[in-house]
């Protein structure tokens, strides 16, 4: 008899029938017992009944919540009925489930929506409590949602973005706007593994799992291709392998020696010397708090850096300023904004010269350095790709000469039109009465003439001096303009 009451009262609670429930229990001499009424929750939260939990828990008050019953109303992903959980027993948002982690765990494990998500963080969920055998929600998230402002979410409530396997996660199922996201939260693959489980590198499982646009976005930020996986493989020894086993790896197999091609080119063109004679980043931070925005405003600058090509030739903007001021924080500027601006995502090549880098190797230095950035950069096309690694393997491991750089700089420019070349200091050598001055600047600029693209901009930096002027104005090669910057902005009203 006590069973087939039972029933009708799990049937009357599942139903959200109160009044049913409220008879039945009326009916019996005793209390149900506490497992029942646990039962009873259990089966009004799997269907989202709230009335009915309302009135249980509001009857019963002393009757422990059970781990179903928490489960269910997480799965149910109403606010309300696990609020009244909630208020029965505060410490229910913090309980570790059997192989299921907590409640918020559970939760991005069932993909509920967002708002739900911050509701049990705000309750006090913490996103970086021990999931002991199952993983972080910030991995989870990664993993099976696509709105990218659930891993905001999480961050901002504290979530540790260092361990979590988060971008391991995203990189198994491909969500290639997670990846991006978590990178530009800070994620770095190198400290993407967990302390224990799974230490399986993202590049590694991108290919595993063959999402080619997860592995070339890892690459593109700079993941390490040559880690070793726990059977000491290279990440392109891995698709290799898959690829003959599999099948369908080609082109992560592709991507991945692209990119083995150019870390060994880069190791070849840009050696030490170069990198030092080339302290761009240190110039931009240098001057990046100066205020020269006006000067990319002046109408000389805005049609040089216009799309228009009118006369196929290369487009020349020589920039001077008078003695006083700093024409290198003119040109870090200029770097930052065309870097970021150029809607076609192609390379912006600078360099920085100084006097002591004046050596009739300095041609060679700052082609090393241009071509260096061009090779790295992700907008770098299979075909140069491919002319560098026939370069390569004509030199082996020797050092390329300035006519390897340059032929291949030349390729590298006509295969990418629209790219940019900036130097600075064209006026930094300053040797009194050296016979070698006209030499250096005329060889320079010539040298130069014979790399740039047809549709090449190259934007160079001095103090007007005639010899320079000569050279870059005087020029029927390209398509030259002077541009003179005062030493105030000319429409500043307040000076």
């Known amino acids: 008899m006590a069973s087939e009451i039972d029933h009708q009262l799990e049937a009357a609670a599942t139903s959200g029938n109160i009044s049913e429930l409220a008879r039945l229990m009326n009916a019996s001499k ?30 019963f008050p002393d009757v422990d919540l059970h781990e179903d019953t928490i489960r269910a109303a997480v799965y149910s992903g109403s606010i309300p009925l696990f609020s009244v959980l909630l208020n029965k027993e505060p410490s229910i948002v913090k309980r570790q489930f059997d192989h299921r982690g907590t409640p918020l765990i559970v939760a991005c494990m069932a993909q509920k929506p967002i708002d739900f998500l911050r509701f049990l963080l705000e309750a006090g969920a913490d996103p970086n409590q021990d999931p002991d055998t199952a993983t972080y929600p910030l991995s989870i998230v990664a993993a099976f949602y696509t709105d990218t402002n659930s891993l905001d979410l999480l961050l901002d409530h504290g979530a540790k973005i260092q361990g979590s396997g988060a971008l391991r996660a995203a990189a198994q199922f491909g969500k290639e706007d997670m990846i991006r996201r978590l990178l530009e939260r800070g994620a770095r693959p190198e400290t ?15 290919v595993e799992h063959g999402h080619a646009g997860a592995l070339r976005i890892l690459l593109e930020h700079g993941a390490d291709a040559n880690l070793l996986d726990a059977q000491h493989r290279t990440v392109l020894a891995f698709a290799e392998q898959l690829e003959r086993e599999n099948g369908n790896r080609a082109e992560c197999v592709e991507l991945l020696r692209s990119c083995k091609t150019q870390q060994q080119i880069v190791g070849l063109i840009d050696n030490d010397e170069a990198r030092g004679a080339n302290p761009t980043i240190r110039v931009v931070e240098k001057f990046k708090n100066k205020d020269t925005r006006w000067t990319v405003n002046m109408t000389g600058f805005l049609r040089w850096q216009c799309d228009l090509f009118p006369i196929q030739k290369p487009k020349l903007l020589w920039v001077n300023a008078p003695f006083g001021f700093e024409k290198s924080m003119v040109c870090a500027y200029y770097v930052g904004q065309l870097s970021k601006s150029q809607q076609s995502g192609l390379p912006t090549a600078s360099f920085f010269l100084r006097p002591e880098h004046w050596t009739p190797e300095s041609f060679l230095e700052v082609l090393q350095s241009w071509l260096a950035q061009i090779i790295e950069h992700p907008m770098a096309t299979k075909q140069v790709i491919k002319r560098a690694r026939h370069v390569q393997g004509a030199h082996g491991i020797k050092p390329l000469l300035e006519k390897d750089v340059g032929d291949l700089c030349k390729y590298a420019l006509s295969q990418m039109p629209g790219c940019t ?31 740039v693209g047809s549709t090449t901009r190259v934007l160079i930096i001095s103090r007007d001096e005639p010899l320079i002027h000569r050279e870059l104005i005087s020029q029927r090669e390209w398509s030259a303009e002077r541009l003179f910057v005062p030493l105030i902005d000319p429409q500043d009203s307040t000076t």
Request: net charge positive; with cysteine.
């Open 192 to 206: 993407d593994d967990r302390s224990r489980g799974n230490r399986e590198h993202p590049l590694h499982c991108a």
């Open 30 to 59: 005793e209390s149900p017992p506490d497992h029942l009424i646990q039962k009873l929750l259990t089966a009004a939260a799997w269907k989202s009944q709230l009335p009915v939990i309302e009135m249980l828990v509001t009857r």
């Open 421 to 451: 070349l900036i130097l600075d200091g064209l006026d930094k050598w300053r040797v009194t009465n050296s016979p070698c001055r006209q030499e250096n600047v005329t060889g320079f600029v010539h040298k130069l003439k014979t790399v």
